[in-house]
Every structure is written in structure tokens, then in C-alpha cells.
């Protein structure tokens, strides 16, 4: 039961373009959602968070928006660096210290 | 000065014999979990102890036993290992979510186990 889907395994973009990672959910009651981001041989690290009651959260580059009614949400990352390849993770919680993830999407920034 | 260490980071043994990951974390944080990533690539988690104190166990089988002696501390020891057991064991560790306070987890750089 794949609570968290991200159905695109890999994205490569130029540099300097916009990088939009896409995630589906299936559980109504996630009430927040994070997005981390691995480095090969490296444990994943915390990205950027939204709140379910939220639409959007902006952290520099990182924008991560959240469509409740579609059970979507996307990160964009603007404009794109080299350092942004890596595997990005999302993951849904409903407040019971048990994050569920995605499988996550290779993205690589094409100089 | 790392926050979130484990040891071994490879660790390449036989069907059958036990091993142990150790896993230690700086920040001072209440719970620390134990996640799996399997070969397609799905982050799941295993255990989590909050204050030393086993909160959540996903099914996992008996084979695998987490320990913490404290709060900083989180083992996991594995017995009679099979070749389904290879794969990347993460630990993580979080501050309870509370007021204010993110529902982030800080990973180790993972144990890459490989079962022959």
C-alpha cells in the first residue's frame, strides 16, 4: 500500500531553469509534509516542510506547494544549481512520529 | 562532530550468522528510529524509541531487536540474518513534535548490509 507516490524516478534539467518534483498522496489524514534530499552514501536530509493547512511554503530557491483537493504536492527549486543533483524524497505525516515516503526522484542539473 | 553516527557503514556477512549496527546521536533529541530502504528504493520504517522506551514496531520480524540504553543510543541487532535482509538500514533521530517544533528527522549516513 503506497501511501506516497512519486511516480517520476528521475528529472534532469539545465542550470539556471526550474526543477518541479512531483508527489501524490493517498492518505487523508497526512496534516504535514516534508521533502529531503540524498546524496549518494549519504542519509537523507530535511529540505523544506509544509503544513496541510497551508498551500505553500517558500525557503529560499525552495518552494514546496501543497494541493489538498488533488492529494498533490510539488517542489520547485529556482533556479537550478549543480549542488541540486541528488535523490528528493517525499514524505506525508499524520502526527504519529511515523513519516511515510515516496520512493524518491533522481534529479540531475545539467550544466 | 557528526549529529546522527552509525556503525558499520558496509557490513557484508553470511545467511545465518547475527550482526549489530550501532547508532549514536549528539542532538540531544528524545526519539530515535531505525528505517529500512530496500532494493526498490521504499524508505520504511522499522522501530522508534522515545527516551528509551520502544514506541513503534512495524511488523518487523523477531529476528530484529532494537536496544537503547539511553536516549542517545539506538542498536539494532539481527539474528539468524537471511538474503531478504540486505539492504541500506538507516537510523534517524527527532525531536517530539511538540508546539513550534518540526517533525524533522536527522539520518545517519546508513549501513549498506549485504547478505551472501
Known amino acids: 500500500d503506497q501511501q506516497v507516490k512519486q511516480n517520476s524516478p528521475s528529472l534532469s534539467v539545465q542550470e539556471g531553469r526550474i526543477s518541479i518534483l512531483n508527489c501524490d498522496y493517498t492518505?487523508?489524514?497526512?496534516?504535514?509534509f516534508l521533502w529531503y534530499k540524498k546524496y549518494p552514501a549519504e542519509g537523507p536530509t530535511f529540505l523544506i516542510s509544509i503544513s496541510s493547512i497551508k498551500d505553500k511554503n517558500e525557503d529560499g530557491r525552495f518552494t514546496v506547494f501543497l494541493n489538498k483537493s488533488a492529494k498533490h504536492l510539488s517542489l520547485h527549486i529556482v533556479p537550478s544549481q549543480p549542488g541540486d543533483s541528488a535523490v528528493y524524497f517525499c514524505a506525508g505525516d499524520f502526527g504519529n512520529e511515523k513519516l511515510t515516503f515516496g520512493t524518491g526522484t533522481r534529479l540531475t542539473i545539467i550544466p | 562532530d557528526t549529529a546522527v553516527s552509525q556503525t558499520p557503514k558496509y557490513l557484508v556477512t553470511q545467511m545465518g550468522n547475527d550482526k549489530s549496527i550501532k547508532c549514536e546521536q549528539n542532538?540531544?533529541?528524545?526519539?530515535m528510529y531505525w528505517y529500512k530502504q530496500d532494493s526498490k528504493k521504499f524508505l520504511k520504517i522499522m522501530f522508534s524509541y522515545n527516551n528509551k522506551e520502544l514506541i513503534i514496531n512495524e511488523t518487523v520480524p523477531n529476528r530484529f531487536s532494537p536496544k537503547s540504553p539511553d536516549k542517545a543510543h539506538l542498536n539494532l541487532h539481527i539474528n539468524s540474518l537471511e538474503l531478504g535482509d540486505s539492504a541500506v538500514y538507516f537510523c534517524a533521530s527527532s525531536q517530539v513534535r511538540g508546539e513550534g517544533a518540526d517533525e524533522k528527522l536527522f539520518f545517519g549516513s546508513g549501513t549498506q548490509l549485504s547478505v551472501l
Open positions: 492518505n487523508s489524514m497526512f496534516d504535514y
Open positions: 542532538l540531544g533529541h528524545d526519539t
